[in-house]
């Protein structure tokens, strides 16, 4: 397989530079070494934790649930 670009880490700015480089008519391969990491390190675990706050919001309502039965 050939490919125009090789980008490494389907964080925010490969995932950003492969759409760029694939709208312009270039093959693209991403290369990513966890496949829980889609989106990168800052959506998944650090600048947006997002996980933290359903997980949060999940055990406040199960709390709600369990006071009101």
Known sequence: MNYDAIIIGFGKGGKTLAGQL???????????????????????????????????AAASAAKADAASA
Request: net charge neutral; glycine share 12%.
């Open 22 to 56: 694939a709208s312009q008519g270039e093959s693209v391969a991403l290369v990513e070494q966890s496949n829980k990491m889609y989106g990168g390190t800052c959506i998944n675990v650090g600048c947006i934790p997002s996980k933290s706050l359903v997980h949060s």
